[in-house]
């Protein structure tokens, strides 16, 4: 059996908030902050969210090397509930199954659907880890975490919608 309760929040996230518990652990691995390689395996649209999240990820300095493998999953996730919404849009969510006569007995629910919504909530909880809804950015201070460039950048600047692909 697992531990109870929400996952703790990483400590780089409890001091971007500010947070006194930011300084509880002070054993805790510091991991090397970086941009890591997108794979080349990945499909055509994990590697257009690769391209998207990754610099906006990196303004908001919450991206690490280490963070990579947790990145493709994230991405080929993107991937995966792109293809089936556009499967979804056009042919519909269901489709007539009939009987020998060629009646429709009843509506049956194409697979996409399933896969669409699986990958919808696992997205959903990607990215509260990665800071990417309103909620997670909200426990955040990005004024105590800039970026590691020094200067601005176009997260200070721009709103920028996940328009991938």
């Known amino acids: 059996m697992g531990r109870r309760g929400p996952p703790p929040t990483p400590t780089h996230l409890l ?12 054993n805790e691995p ?12 990945v499909s055509e649209y994990a590697k257009a969210a690769w391209e998207q999240l990754v610099p906006l990820l990196h303004d908001m300095g919450v991206l690490y090397l280490i963070d990579g493998h947790a990145l ?3 991405c080929q996730t993107w991937g995966r509930w792109r293809k089936a919404e556009e ?4 042919h519909g969510e269901s489709y007539p199954v009939r009987d020998d006569n060629g009646r429709v007995k009843y509506l049956k629910k194409f697979p996409q659907v399933t896969v669409a919504q699986d990958c919808a909530r696992i997205l959903n909880r990607f990215f509260g880890e990665f800071g990417l809804t309103p909620s997670a ?12 460039d020094g200067g601005g950048s176009d997260h200070d600047n721009k709103s920028k919608f996940l328009n991938i692909g």
Not at 87 to 90: H, Q
Not at 137 to 148: F, L, N, P, Q
């Open 15 to 26: 001091r971007l908030r500010g947070s006194w518990r930011g300084e509880a652990n002070r």
């Open 30 to 41: 510091e991991p090397e902050r970086g941009v890591p390689e997108c794979p080349d395996w």
């Open 87 to 90: 499967f979804i849009n056009e």
């Open 72 to 74: 493709v999953v994230l």
């Open 137 to 148: 950015r909200s426990r955040i201070d990005v004024s105590t975490g800039a970026s590691s």
